[in-house]
């Protein structure tokens, strides 16, 4: 059951790039948060006003921390807030919420697509597959997404995981700009230009928009409904 009138303070911030921040909380009470990769917390902005922002973190890592990555563009109430936020400042919130993760039986083959900021709950997943020992019984693609190359996070942690076996792929896509190394265009072009084997999982995190051309074309592909998990950012 999600927890009502939970407290955190904050303990470190890391601006990640110049849009994309990364908070780490301290719970103080409960002591611990109870959630499962890829579920969020509702933070409460003020008497009015909530705001949803997925755990960016694993519980293996820790469940007395947290973290959260918001994209700090669209300049709204919530952003402030979190922006404003200072160290050893204290939140209040609702949670452990959402459905939006990892089922019981997990397919040998996963496929993790997003884009911006929705890499946040898919980092969750993939680090709790890996701190667990699961990754070794699971083949991890990670295709992720941005616009320029300035705008990448999370990119060594996931190089790790790659160079090391944890996970077998790992693409980045820019849609705005051509860089050597990197992918050129929408991760669309990948569902387009590879064959799944027929017992994968898809879990999607991103936009509306992005989500809906991932989902379509992976329909496209023949991929059944019920094998793709997704959570909209906006």
């Known amino acids: 059951m999600p927890i009502s009138n939970a407290k955190a303070k904050l303990i470190r911030r890391d601006e990640l790039t110049e849009n994309v921040t990364e908070l780490e909380f301290e719970m103080i009470n409960p002591k611990e948060l109870n959630f499962r990769p890829g ?51 204290e939140i209040e919130f609702i949670g452990e919420i959402g459905l939006f993760t990892l089922p019981d039986n997990l397919s040998e083959n996963i496929y993790f697509f997003a884009t911006g900021v929705g890499i946040a709950p898919l980092k969750s997943m993939i680090e709790t597959l890996v701190l667990s020992g699961e990754y070794k019984s699971h083949n991890i693609h990670l295709i992720w997404g941005t616009r320029y190359k300035d705008w990448i996070i999370y990119e060594d942690l996931f190089k790790n995981y790659l160079q090391k076996g944890y996970i077998k792929e790992y693409e980045i896509y820019l849609t705005k700009e051509k860089v050597d190394g990197y992918k050129n265009g929408r991760l669309t072009n990948y569902i387009k230009n590879n064959d799944f084997e027929n017992d994968s999982q898809f879990f999607v995190c991103g936009s509306g928009k992005a989500i809906s051309g991932i989902v379509t074309a992976l329909k496209k592909k023949g991929i059944y409904a019920e094998a793709v998990y997704y959570e909209k950012f906006f």
């Not at 922002?53 to 694993?58: A, D, G, H, R, V």
């Open 39 to 89: 579920q969020y917390i509702t933070i409460k902005i003020d008497n009015q006003t909530r705001r949803q922002y997925s755990i960016s973190s694993s519980p293996l890592k820790s469940k007395s921390k947290f973290t959260v990555t918001y994209d700090k563009r669209p300049n709204g109430i919530g952003v402030n807030f979190l922006n404003n936020l200072q160290i050893d400042d």
